[in-house]
């Protein structure tokens, strides 16, 4: 699916791809280029080459339980931007999704295309939607406008 807007502002130029197979991937965001835009453009948050390999592998199972979307969004041809989202096969204590990675390219960060990824993404599914965002992560201000709130604090322990 694309969608392209008007010219009146940079957002409104932004080509949207929604992708739940592999091959539903357009050729400017084949895999191996989502993995290292991912990697680089979401720096200093990124997170390792081999997770984000693993996060598509589950976006694209068929496997019960399993699944999600990725809605990309290009500039003139360019990957720009992309959102990762996957299903949690629970619901309820535990969201139906998780919003895993927004990665923006950033030469084009502070023109709304982050917003308009995540409001496409959130309309792609059914259900609720939560995500782990670093307190001192600029990107917090963002999920707070779209409108997700903090409910809990998450805690790990690491074996």
Not at 1 to 23: K, R, V, Y
Not at 46 to 64: G, H, M, Q, T, W
Not at 83 to 110: A, C, D
Not at 142 to 148: D, K, P, Q, S, T
Request: cysteine-free; hydrophobic content about 40%.
């Amino acid at each position: 699916m694309t969608e392209t807007g008007g010219t009146n502002n940079p957002e409104a130029s932004l080509d949207i791809e929604i992708a739940d197979e592999e091959t539903g991937l357009p050729p400017w965001a084949e895999r191996p280029a989502l993995v290292r835009f991912l990697h680089e453009d979401m720096k200093p948050y990124e997170d390792r080459v081999e997770d984000i390999e693993r996060a598509l592998d589950y976006v694209f199972s068929k496997e019960p339980g399993m699944g999600g979307r990725i809605i990309l969004g290009a500039w003139e041809g360019a990957l720009v931007g992309a959102v990762v989202m996957l299903r949690t096969g629970m619901k309820g204590y535990i969201p139906e999704n998780v919003l895993l990675f927004v990665g923006v390219s950033p030469s084009m960060r502070g023109k709304g295309i982050g917003g308009i990824l995540i409001r496409r993404a959130i309309d792609a599914v059914e259900g609720d939607v939560k995500l782990h965002v670093e307190y001192e992560n600029p990107a917090k201000r963002l999920y707070e406008r779209i409108g997700f709130t903090t409910k809990y604090a998450e805690m790990r322990f690491q074996k």
